[in-house]
Structure formats: C-alpha cells, structure tokens
C-alpha cells in the first residue's frame, strides 16, 4: 500500500534526511587513501547515534534475517555496487565507494548514497560518477504529480544506457516512510507510462546503481556484498524525496 505522507510526517522525514546528509558529508571529508572503511563505519555511527540519538536504519536488517546487516553503513568500492559491509579494508587511491546511509529519527526514515573518489580517479571512473549522479537527478526530475513511476524509471534507464553504461535489475528504488522499503518499486528501468500514478505527498528513495559493464551482479559468500559479474566499476547515488505540487523536494541534501 502506497501512503501519502502528511505535512507533519514530511516534517519529520526532513529531519530524518538532515541527519543523512550531515553524515554523508563528513564521508566527504574523510574519504582518502589509509581508511577503512570500519573507520568510516564508526564516523558515522557517532554522528547518527551519539549526537542526534537517531537509530541507524541497516543495522541488524532485516530484524528477522538469518543474516541481518551488521552495520550502520554500507561502504561498497570499485566493482562493489550495493550493500559492502565495512571492514578493515583500507581505501586506496584510485578507488571509488559507494556508501549509503539511513537513519531512523522520530519513527520516519532517511535513506541516500553517494559515490565519492579516492584521491585521484581514472577517466572512467570520474565519467562513471558523473553519469550516476546525473541519473538520478533526471529521475528526480520526472518525480512529477500527474506522472508515472514509469516515468522516472525510463528516465533514468535512457540517460544512462545513451551514455553506454546500463542500470541494474535486481535493486531498485522503494518507498519509504515509517519503513525503509515501502511500496512503490521504482525500478531503474522500465516504460514511460506505466506503474502507479505520482501523487503529492509520495515519499521514494531513488537509487540509480550503474555498471560500466554489463548489467549481470552477484551476491558475495558474506550474504551482503552485491558484485558486478565483470569485476568491472559500478557507481550507486540515492536521494530520499518528497513528491509536491512542482518540483520534487529532496529531503536528504547535502
Ligand atoms: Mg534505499
């Protein structure tokens, strides 16, 4: 089911995203080369639980899982496109990662990634980043009342796959709310027109996950870490938004 979110409940949703954004902004700061990623972890453990006694949304999920995530972060380098556990991985130069990012915050989630640099990047890597992030702002910009989650979908599958890379099947944006994952799917690929109609009031974490590669990913034996099939560079940015009567208000910027 599909709910849309009350003004008092967007107001807590933005408080939610603020916490997100100010974490996701010290990533900036301390991603270089001779960190681990655990460190990373723990940065934003102290930001998330110590100074704003908000919850870190991937912590222990699902509740129910045999394997439940076992940290507040997910910190996903190079060929690593999704859910990276951190770890005493010590970041290089040249490498990129994804982290990602939810808290929890009066009962109403936050969600966003970005996908940062380590010191000097390849060519590739830095066109790679530049095509995620625009993605995923051409989906936000079809995040329009009177379109379809279609819509923002197709958005995102043309601008990336015109540039010759191509989107991921099996992961997709959701909504979100008083859960992490709330109905509706909103995929990153798929035809203008179709799926449920945008309505004010909707709140979606909107994922572009891109791979220089083909699209084929794998899950990793730690039951978590999502892999391109090629080994080849994978760029993942996400924003939690809010849709109104114009423009769709991000709720998680920076
Ligand atoms: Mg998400």
């Known amino acids: 089911m599909i ?21 996701l902004g ?7 080369p001779g960190v681990t990623t655990a460190e990373l972890n723990e940065l934003a453990e102290s930001v998330i ?3 704003y ?6 912590k222990g ?3 129910d899982g045999a394997h439940p995530f ?6 996903s380098v190079n060929e690593e496109l999704v859910h990276g556990i951190p770890g005493p991985r010590v970041l290089q130069e040249g490498d990129i990662i994804s982290i990602d990012v939810g808290a929890i915050l009066n009962g109403y989630h936050g969600d966003a990634a970005v996908t940062l640099s380590v010191g000097q990047i390849s060519q590739e890597g830095q066109r790679l980043l530049k095509v995620t992030k625009g993605a995923l702002y051409e989906g936000i910009a079809a995040a329009r009342v009177g379109n379809r989650s279609g819509d923002i979908s197709a958005a995102i599958q043309s601008y990336v796959e015109s540039r010759g890379y191509n989107v991921v099947r099996e992961y997709t944006g959701h909504g979100i709310g008083r859960s992490m994952h709330e109905e509706p799917q909103v995929p990153n690929h798929g035809q203008p027109g179709r799926g449920v109609r945008l309505r004010k009031g909707m709140t979606i974490a909107l994922e572009p996950m891109v791979l220089v590669g083909d699209s084929r990913v794998k899950v990793l034996d730690d039951y978590w870490t999502v892999v391109s099939c090629d080994g080849k560079l994978t760029g993942h940015f996400e924003h ?9 208000e991000i709720l998680t910027r920076m």
Do not use: H, Y
């Open 70 to 75: 076992p940290a507040s972060i997910c910190a």
């Open 49 to 51: 639980c110590d100074k």
């Open 26 to 32: 010290k990533m900036q700061e301390w991603v270089a």
């Open 3 to 23: 709910t849309l979110k009350s003004a008092a409940e967007i107001n807590k949703m933005r408080q939610a995203g603020r916490i997100v954004a100010e974490v």
């Open 61 to 63: 999920f699902p509740p």
């Open 240 to 248: 939690t938004f809010v849709i109104t009567d114009g423009e769709a």
């Open 53 to 58: 006694s908000a919850i870190p949304s991937f």
